[in-house]
């Protein structure tokens, strides 16, 4: 039989969790148990007959206590070991333990395994711990006994008949007593505090005796544990004497001479440290210096859009893979996203890509070219085959912008042949206007730009000529 030290619920269980098929139960007898304590124990005997176990346990201290229970087992044992293998563990919880008191724990089986014979059983003995435990001293019981309260306390010699204890007193009570002790009892004394708090206090009391090497003893009388309170011990020394020196410490002494040269190696650890860490930071700077290094930008978001009559293959096309390939741009073309059109709708769509593109490009030109043979890297259909006529919707979302004055930085006018922009669009005019490839240069740092600004009179003067139908 072995002892757990397990607090669960007040019943009788198998040990392990078990498919097992025979269902188990602990009756108590008359008395009433609290769920403290588990005691365990394991079924080794021919058990076909068995129908019970019956465990007491005696605790012996200053009171003693008598509890015993009754496991009834409800199913017949149909094998002498678990289908799982091992034998029959059990195990009941509900014991009520005390501190610092010794158990006796027996047990035996109901009825005798062989008739006629004394019945098997067992014994163990087990003492509970003290509120001194390292477990223990968190309950709340011992922490009202005093159980974290640390007095530190320092007692000495003043004289022949005199010793001096100093401790730290507690919040839990402000009454205590210290007691001298050698061999015999050669000295008490009370101290009484008239709050409870944590102060330093000092006690004088008599002695009959010597009393170097004595024991004292200080008594707390805490309210929530009266005379039982945890007391505490130290050992009587000798006081220094006033004026007289301390003994000389010869590890001070010797600490005393190695310590200037301690000082020193650490003083030129710490220089050499300094030097390294400047060499390294100069050399650093000096190689971002002479070698520096350039930051890539993001690719800017292009959206082109031209007129119907611009032939696709030998303008739009070609001015694609420009961006594309020497403008480091990421174009935007409808031509690309028909099947996106179609779900969308061409508003929302174009709404849409003129809110996420970085630039809104104006492709024009005056060369038409009825035959549109070549290709396109990404287009699809016949050679003579044009886009979808988004141009005046655009345009229309464009003066919508000069209106509110939002987003107009985004937008550029690029031509290949000579402006000659009609009248119904002559609002373009007031846009960054490039000839390609004439202007190449500065084409390519507007697409980078960050903001264009238009001026007001020209932008009130172009809603007023060619948006005015809006």
Aim: with cysteine.
């Amino acid at each position: 039989m072995e002892e757990s030290h397990r607090q669960k619920k007040h019943t009788c269980l198998q040990s392990q969790p078990s498919n097992d098929s025979i269902n188990k139960k602990c009756k108590t007898g008359k008395t009433t148990l609290s769920g403290r304590k588990s005691v365990q124990w394991l079924l080794s005997a021919s058990i076909r007959l068995l129908k019970a176990t019956k465990i007491c346990v005696t605790g012996k201290s200053n009171f003693q206590s008598y509890s015993c229970v009754r496991c009834n087992y409800t199913e017949a044992f149909q094998t002498q070991t678990r289908p799982s293998g091992g034998k029959w563990t059990f195990f009941y919880i509900g014991f009520p333990v005390e501190l610092n008191t010794l158990y006796f724990i027996g047990a035996h089986n109901i009825p005798n395994a062989n008739m006629n014979e004394d019945g098997p059983s067992m014994a163990v003995n087990f003492t509970s711990p003290g509120c001194l435990d390292h477990i223990m001293k968190y309950k709340k019981k011992c922490i009202e006994a005093g159980s974290l309260w640390d007095p530190n306390i320092t007692a000495c010699r003043k004289s022949e008949n005199m010793v001096e204890v100093n401790f730290t007193t507690s919040p839990l009570g402000n009454r205590y007593m210290a007691l001298i002790q050698n061999t015999t009892v050669i000295g008490t004394s009370y101290v009484l505090k008239h709050q409870n708090e944590q102060t330093r206090t000092s006690v004088v009391v008599p002695v009959t005796r010597e009393s170097e090497g004595a024991v004292v003893q200080l008594t707390p009388y805490f309210h929530t544990c009266g005379n039982d309170c945890i007391r505490r011990k130290a050992i009587v020394t000798l006081c220094p004497q006033a004026g007289v020196p301390y003994p000389r410490d010869h590890s001070r002494s010797v600490l005393g001479g190695w310590l200037p040269l301690l000082l020193s190696a650490l003083l030129v650890a710490t220089w050499l440290l300094a030097v390294g860490i400047y060499l390294t930071w100069r050399h650093e700077r000096i190689k971002k210096t002479s070698s520096p290094t350039s930051t890539l930008l993001p690719p800017t978001k292009v959206l082109v859009v031209y007129p119907l009559e611009i032939c696709f293959h030998h303008t739009v096309c070609y001015f694609t893979e420009f961006l594309q390939n020497h403008c480091r741009s990421e174009v935007i073309l409808e031509k690309w996203q028909k099947k996106k059109i179609a779900e969308m709708g061409p508003v929302q769509w174009l709404t849409t890509q003129k809110k996420a593109a970085d630039r809104v490009i104006f492709l024009l030109s005056n060369d038409v070219n009825t035959m549109c043979d070549g290709t396109c890297g990404k287009s699809e259909g016949s050679a003579c085959e044009n886009s979808q006529d988004l141009f005046p919707l655009a345009f229309t979302l464009f003066c919508s912008d000069l209106r509110s004055q939002t987003h107009l930085h985004k937008y550029v006018v690029v031509y290949f042949s000579e402006a000659d922009t009609r009248d119904d669009y002559s609002a373009l005019g007031i846009c960054p206007t490039y000839h390609l490839m004439k202007d190449v240069t500065a084409f390519r740092k507007e697409l980078f730009h960050i903001k264009q600004h238009v001026p007001v009179g020209r932008r009130l003067q172009a809603c007023h000529n060619s948006c005015s139908f809006l």
